[in-house]
């Protein structure tokens, strides 16, 4: 295990990530603000994608290094692994939403939606050169299913199993999931003039009372980085939402 300790409190019991290197996989919010706050660590930050502008704009944005992945090819994953060798971190923020109603669910839909959660994710941890940590994201519709949501709950509830498994697989490096609630990452600005409300009702519907920013999630992928006793969890920063 790597990563220098930082001191809490009177305790010694927090990995820096000052020097470290982090892979940030994906261009929206959550993943725009993680690589902000790890760089604001101390952390050298890659941002990988597969469109070359989301990527460069993010990077821009971020103080991060661009780079190209797409989780869905295992020769795109093979050779990113190659071209930057060990990292310490990498933070999984890929998602391909396959949002219709069941008789309009096609396999290939059903395969994307795996293949940026799940088979891509299982890829990186096979391929690249981890030192500490590897953070998945799931989503709060896998404990919480919705009506023409079956491949995106079914997806996230495979990233909780995924995270144990590969936490036995990979230890004493973590894995970990965070399950996010609604967050305005970006992601629902489709909704043109309903996305107000459709966060306005969802604050009110949350025992949080509010809906998640990109800022939320992204501190607790760090926490997730960092926290050297967390493997093999998932951590649910969604405002209570699941159970709501
Ligand atoms: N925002 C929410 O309310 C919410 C709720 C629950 C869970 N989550 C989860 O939290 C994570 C981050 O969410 P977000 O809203 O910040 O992100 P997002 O806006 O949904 O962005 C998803 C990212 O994944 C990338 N991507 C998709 N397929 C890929 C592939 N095969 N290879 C590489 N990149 C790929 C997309 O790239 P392109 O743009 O180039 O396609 C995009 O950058 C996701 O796992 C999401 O499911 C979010």
Request: charged share 15%; glycine share 10%; hydrophobic share 50%.
């Amino acid at each position: 295990m790597r990563g220098r300790q930082r001191k809490v409190g009177t305790a010694v019991n927090s990995q820096s990530l000052e020097g470290s290197t982090v892979l940030v996989i994906g261009t929206g919010g959550i993943a725009l603000a993680t690589a902000r706050l790890s760089a604001a660590a101390g952390a050298r930050v890659v941002i990988a994608g597969r469109s070359p502008d989301k990527v460069a704009a993010g990077a821009a944005a971020t103080g991060a290094v661009a780079e190209h992945v797409d989780v869905s090819d295992e020769a795109s994953i093979a050779a990113l692994a190659e071209r930057l060798g060990s990292v310490d971190h990498v933070v999984n923020l890929a998602a391909a939403p396959a949002n219709v109603a069941l008789p309009r669910l096609d396999h290939a839909a059903l395969v994307r939606a795996f293949d940026a959660k799940v088979f891509g994710p299982a890829l990186l941890a096979s391929r690249l050169s981890i030192t500490t940590s590897l953070t998945l994201f799931s989503g709060f519709i896998a404990w919480r299913p919705a009506a023409e949501r079956v491949a995106m709950a079914t997806a996230n509830g495979a990233v909780a199993f995924l995270a144990q498994a590969l936490a036995v697989e990979l230890a004493p490096v973590r894995v970990n999931a965070i399950s996010p609630g609604i967050v305005d990452s970006g992601s629902w600005d489709g909704l043109g003039q309903g996305k107000a409300g459709f966060l306005e009702r969802t604050a009110a519907a949350n025992p949080a009372r509010r809906t998640g920013s990109p800022e939320d999630l992204a501190d607790a992928a760090l926490f997730a980085m960092t926290n050297p006793f967390m493997t093999a969890t998932t951590l649910h920063v969604d405002g209570g939402g699941r159970v709501a």
